[in-house]
């Protein structure tokens, strides 16, 4: 039969047990988000884990595209609206996503439209193309460099409901990505049949990113 | 049997610290759990608005008479033909209804940078064969269509006058259906009125028979902005 102190000891070995058990799962989850520093006996040999670090952030470069009175143009036409021109206030929109990682982590991000067209007199998305390009050398962005380029309509919904994605991607270390959108109005548009009204698309660019 | 039962209450009290402490220690890893994911997120609205308004184009065809009716014609030369009167005379026959001329507009309204180019054409129409009245060849009809592009009366002509001869180019060109026979194009590049008069007569060459002989024509316009 065991005495009273051996239960007790037995007692306390095991809440004991438990604390380490749980303190070990914690710093399995935990991982490399804290450091942990050690230092051996047998030299200066130091073995580091620093904390991670990410920055992301995105800047709208240029004002809001602003074209009045377009016609329905075809895409060779759209590709290069000009900055500025004859009912061409702002031709094109640039904006850019810049990531700060300090450590082995990825981040993924997703650049999506908004459509914020007024309720009236609305340009139909179907009737809008967007082209996509890197800023800096007029290069298409993958997914635009097909032969038929998208409309807003047909682009894909983006992880926010509410939009739709223009482009998705990821940086594996720190960077800037300059990025120009041109929107115009696509050549099927049936400007005969609107008889003299004028409709109106508007959009907005947001972006989100997680690591 | 009093240290049996406190023995036990001992005990309960013991797993229940060890269960309590469990607990609170699972709860400080979910919450620090919690905190690591929230800190790799970003979510940015943008502010500027990207906007295209629609330009506008409207393209309006009237008839500004009523269609040439010429009854009783005789063939004529090009110089009687082109002399036509919106009277009807010099039309070398008797008119019972309509005019010598045809006389229609054709007007466009744009806003926007663009480029329109339309034809005018005409088209030929089924005639009714009852009472013994038959086709007269394409061979033989002259049309002969002139124009003012100032929008006034000061007309001047489109081309010499022609026999009828399907030539339209169907969705190729702005779309005139291909049995149709183009009588002008042109193209708009702002807001413009453009007026025509067509006239049509039988070619001298036409060999009058005891049968009576018709031709009908309707004008159709056609513009496609590019």
């Keep these: 039969m065991r005495s009273e102190k051996d239960r007790e000891a037995e007692s306390r070995k095991r809440l004991v047990l438990s604390i380490l058990a749980v303190l070990v799962l ?68 640039d904006f850019s996503v810049t990531a700060t990682l300090a450590g082995q982590t990825d981040i993924n991000y997703e650049i999506y439209g908004v459509d914020t067209s007024p309720s009236d007199s609305k340009l139909k998305p179907e009737y809008v193309k967007v082209y996509l390009t890197n800023a800096e050398d007029e290069t298409a962005i993958e997914g635009y460099d097909k032969s038929s380029l998208p409309t807003f309509s047909s682009l894909p919904e983006s992880s926010d409901k509410s939009g739709k994605k223009l482009y998705a991607g990821s940086f594996s270390e720190s960077g800037t990505r300059k990025y120009r959108l041109r929107i115009w109005v696509s050549d099927n548009y049936p400007i005969f049949e609107k008889k003299g009204n004028r409709e109106t698309f508007s959009m907005r660019v947001n972006v989100t990113a997680t690591a | 049997m009093g240290n049996n039962n406190q023995k036990q209450n001992q005990n309960e009290n013991q797993s229940k610290q060890i269960l309590l402490s469990v607990l609170a220690i699972a709860i400080l890893v979910v919450a620090v759990v919690g905190v690591s994911f929230a800190a790799f997120t970003y979510s940015g609205q943008g502010k500027k608005e990207n906007t295209i308004t629609t330009g506008t184009i409207t393209m309006e065809y009237t008839e500004d008479t009523n269609g040439i009716s010429i009854t009783n014609a005789m063939p004529v030369d090009e110089a009687t033909g082109k002399a036509i009167t ?23 309204t744009i806003a926007g940078d663009v480029t329109i180019p339309y034809e005018v054409s005409a088209r030929k129409l089924t005639i009714d064969t009852a009472d013994d009245i038959v086709q007269l060849p394409d061979k033989d009809i002259r049309l002969y269509l002139e124009k003012d592009a100032a929008g006034g009366t000061a007309y001047t002509q489109v081309a010499a006058p022609k026999a009828f001869s399907a030539n339209g180019t169907g969705e190729e060109g702005v779309g005139t259906p291909t049995t149709n026979m183009v009588l002008d194009s042109g193209s708009f590049t702002a807001t413009q009125v453009v007026k025509y008069r067509l006239r049509m007569w039988v070619d001298q060459a036409y060999q009058v028979t005891a049968k009576k002989a018709q031709y009908k024509v309707a004008v159709d316009v056609y513009g496609k902005a590019s």
Aim: charged share 20%; proline share 2%.
């Design chain 1, 26 to 93: 914690v710093l399995l989850v935990i991982g490399v988000t804290y450091g942990v520093y050690t230092y051996t006996d047998e030299g200066v040999q130091e073995n580091v884990i620093r904390t991670g670090n990410i920055m992301f952030e995105h800047q709208e470069e240029s004002n809001g595209i602003e074209i009045t009175d377009a016609l329905p143009i075809s895409d060779s036409e759209g590709k290069v609206i000009p900055a500025t021109g004859r009912n061409i206030t702002q031709g094109y929109f």
């Design chain 2, 86 to 108: 919106a009277d009807n005379a010099g039309a070398a026959g008797t008119t019972t209804e309509g005019a010598g001329v045809f006389d229609f507009t054709v007007k466009a």
